[in-house]
Every structure is written in structure tokens, then in C-alpha cells.
């Protein structure tokens, strides 16, 4: 029974982290916020049912049966050893995983992106687990096969690392012009999740469409959810932008469908942004409300409350 209860744990708790990292990748990138929000609750149920639940029964079980079988008092082949200290990365990496996507719903996004990446080294180290576990190498082929497979999984993140280096510093170097271009051009595809990327946790978000200030990334989701409810089809284009790298003025106008098929009238309006090491800090937006069909504003208290829970 022991073991049984072993090896189900383990079939549980891995099967979940192989497929979790796609999980959490599919949160970064749907576009669509309603998919976005609900992704990242699941994954981090998910998480903290299967995957830290299944790990802590394995790691008891394997701890039961190797004093069973007097394993702990022998000493291990050497791919049995390699396998266990392999065994105990992944375990630190899901409960590093586990933080990230625990401070990722109180609003710390930009840790609860390094969640893919970690999962993904997750994978390549549960592949070796089960390599040896299965072929039972000898000494030298298991020191030279966990070598290969250890040196892949730092190359492949020093890659990504230096990718995403690139962009923040591409984004950070990106004039006022091509930063509102970029800008719109993601609010108007609907990549809300690459939208919200542009800003900082801690953002502050000033529209005339909400009831007073948006505080911290999760409340602006929940702003633009609210907003988009309302809306067939926006489309918003840049006119003017003026002003220096870290705060600048767009002009823009801006004509769509409300969700009763009212068109509505070319507005235009400007947003007053600054940035803080390319992400953007506060965002003042300044239009003539009275100019658009009628249009219900967002409270938001509502979103500082969705936003906490």
C-alpha cells in the first residue's frame, strides 16, 4: 500500500508541474483578460492542490520506504544518489513556483512571469529523474548524462534571461513615439496581457471612465475588464506625443461600437504617462466624457476589492 500511495503521489504531482509551465504561459499571453484572470486562479489551485500536495506525499512515502528497505543506512548506487538530489531541485523549484504565483495574485505579476521559464527547467529535471530511475546507468554515465541535461537547462535560461534583458532595455530605450505606438497598438489588437506588462506593479491609473483612482496592476485588470464589458469595438490612435523619455503627453483620438451598437463620435483626449526604467508608473488620461453615448463608469472601490480578493 505504501508504495502504491508512493507512486500515485508522484504520478500526480509530476504529471502536474510537466504540464503547469504551459499553464502559466498561456496566462502571459491570452489576450483575452477574462481567460487571463481565470487561468491564473486555476493555475495557482492547481498548484497548491497537486503539485505541493502530491510532492509532500512522495517525499514521505520515499522517505518511509527507503527506511523500510534499509536504503538510507546503505549507500546508494550513484545513480539512485544523482536521481535524489535531482529530486530535491524540482522540489525547490516548485516551492519557489508555489511564492511566485502566491505573490502574482496579491500583484507582484512581474515575479508571477518567471513561473514558465522554472517549470520548464522543471521538465527537462523530471525527464533525468525518470532516465535513471528507469535505465539504472553506471557512475559514468549517469555523472555525464546529468552534466549534459544540467548544463542544457542553464544554457537554455541564461538564453531566455538575456531575451528578456534585451527587451527591457529595447522598451527603456524606446523614444515617446514609438512607446505610444507600441502602446496602442497592443490596446487596439486586445493583448491585454502584453499590454499590462508595459506596466509596474505599484502603477497608478487615472481615467474619467472610473470613479477615481486605479491603484496596482491587479485593479487595472480589473478596470480594463470592467471597461471592455462595455465596448463592441474600440480603436484608439496616436496624433501628437510630446514631452521627454520619462513623462510625455499623447494626443490620440479614438472611435468604436458600445456593446448596444451606438457608434461612437471620433473623441479625442491625452494621456499623460511616466515611466520609471520603461515600465510605466502613473497614467493620467484627460477627455470630455460628455462627448460619448452613455456609458456606465467603473467603481473603483469594485476594483480595489476584486483586486484583493
Same mark, same amino acid.
Given at each position: 500500500?505504501?508504495?502504491?500511495?508512493?507512486?500515485?503521489?508522484?504520478?500526480?504531482?509530476?504529471?502536474? #508541474?510537466?504540464?503547469?509551465?504551459?499553464?502559466?504561459?498561456?496566462? @502571459? %499571453?491570452?489576450?483575452?483578460?477574462?481567460?487571463?484572470? *481565470?487561468?491564473?486562479?486555476?493555475?495557482?489551485?492547481?498548484?497548491?492542490?497537486?503539485?505541493?500536495?502530491? &510532492? /509532500?506525499?512522495?517525499?514521505?512515502?520515499?522517505?518511509?520506504?527507503?527506511?523500510?528497505?534499509?536504503?538510507?543506512?546503505?549507500?546508494?548506487?550513484?545513480?539512485? +544518489?544523482?536521481?535524489?538530489?535531482?529530486?530535491? !531541485?524540482?522540489?525547490?523549484?516548485?516551492?519557489?513556483?508555489?511564492? /511566485?504565483?502566491?505573490?502574482?495574485?496579491?500583484?507582484? %505579476?512581474?515575479?508571477? %512571469?518567471?513561473?514558465?521559464?522554472?517549470?520548464?527547467?522543471?521538465?527537462?529535471?523530471?525527464?533525468?529523474?525518470?532516465? &535513471?530511475?528507469?535505465?539504472?546507468?553506471?557512475?559514468?554515465?549517469?555523472?555525464?548524462? !546529468?552534466?549534459?541535461?544540467?548544463?542544457?537547462?542553464?544554457?537554455?535560461? #541564461?538564453? @531566455?534571461?538575456?531575451?528578456?534583458?534585451?527587451? =527591457?532595455?529595447?522598451?527603456?530605450?524606446?523614444?515617446?513615439?514609438?512607446?505610444?505606438? @507600441?502602446? $496602442?497598438?497592443? =490596446?487596439?489588437?486586445?493583448?491585454?496581457?502584453? =499590454?499590462?506588462? =508595459?506596466?509596474?506593479?505599484?502603477?497608478? $491609473?487615472?481615467?474619467?471612465? #472610473?470613479?477615481?483612482?486605479?491603484? *496596482?496592476?491587479?485593479?487595472?485588470?480589473? /478596470? $480594463?475588464?470592467?471597461?471592455?464589458?462595455?465596448?463592441? +469595438?474600440?480603436?484608439?490612435?496616436?496624433?501628437?506625443?510630446?514631452? +521627454?523619455?520619462?513623462?510625455?503627453?499623447?494626443?490620440?483620438?479614438?472611435?468604436?461600437?458600445?456593446?448596444?451598437?451606438?457608434?461612437?463620435?471620433?473623441?479625442? *483626449?491625452?494621456?499623460?504617462?511616466?515611466?520609471?526604467?520603461?515600465?510605466?508608473?502613473?497614467? &493620467?488620461?484627460?477627455?470630455?466624457?460628455?462627448?460619448?453615448?452613455?456609458?456606465?463608469?467603473?467603481?473603483?472601490?469594485?476594483?480595489?476589492? &476584486?483586486? #484583493?480578493?
Amino acid at each position: 500500500m505504501l508504495l502504491f500511495i508512493h507512486i500515485v503521489s508522484a504520478a500526480i504531482w509530476l504529471g502536474t #508541474a510537466t504540464t503547469l509551465p504551459f499553464w502559466g504561459n498561456r496566462a @502571459n %499571453r491570452a489576450d483575452h483578460l477574462h481567460t487571463v484572470l *481565470g487561468i491564473i486562479d486555476t493555475v495557482f489551485i492547481l498548484k497548491c492542490v497537486f503539485i505541493m500536495g502530491g &510532492l /509532500f506525499s512522495t517525499l514521505l512515502t520515499g522517505w518511509l520506504l527507503a527506511t523500510e528497505y534499509q536504503l538510507i543506512t546503505n549507500i546508494p548506487p550513484t545513480w539512485l +544518489s544523482a536521481a535524489l538530489a535531482v529530486s530535491l !531541485i524540482i522540489a525547490l523549484n516548485s516551492c519557489i513556483i508555489f511564492y /511566485f504565483l502566491w505573490i502574482g495574485r496579491k500583484g507582484k %505579476r512581474s515575479l508571477m %512571469r518567471l513561473v514558465p521559464p522554472i517549470g520548464y527547467s522543471n521538465i527537462a529535471l523530471i525527464i533525468l529523474v525518470y532516465f &535513471l530511475m528507469i535505465y539504472k546507468p553506471a557512475e559514468q554515465t549517469a555523472l555525464a548524462t !546529468i552534466t549534459w541535461v544540467i548544463a542544457l537547462v542553464l544554457l537554455a535560461n #541564461a538564453i @531566455n534571461i538575456t531575451v528578456k534583458l534585451t527587451k =527591457l532595455n529595447k522598451l527603456k530605450n524606446m523614444s515617446p513615439s514609438e512607446y505610444a505606438d @507600441n502602446y $496602442f497598438a497592443l =490596446l487596439n489588437a486586445e493583448k491585454m496581457t502584453d =499590454l499590462l506588462k =508595459l506596466f509596474k506593479d505599484d502603477a497608478m $491609473f487615472i481615467d474619467p471612465f #472610473a470613479t477615481g483612482p486605479i491603484q *496596482g496592476i491587479l485593479a487595472i485588470e480589473q /478596470f $480594463f475588464q470592467k471597461l471592455g464589458d462595455q465596448f463592441d +469595438s474600440i480603436k484608439m490612435h496616436p496624433e501628437k506625443v510630446e514631452g +521627454s523619455s520619462k513623462q510625455f503627453t499623447i494626443h490620440w483620438v479614438a472611435q468604436g461600437v458600445t456593446q448596444n451598437g451606438e457608434q461612437m463620435p471620433a473623441l479625442r *483626449g491625452t494621456n499623460l504617462m511616466t515611466r520609471l526604467n520603461g515600465k510605466i508608473s502613473t497614467v &493620467l488620461i484627460d477627455f470630455d466624457l460628455t462627448q460619448l453615448p452613455q456609458v456606465q463608469l467603473v467603481n473603483a472601490d469594485v476594483c480595489h476589492k &476584486l483586486a #484583493a480578493a
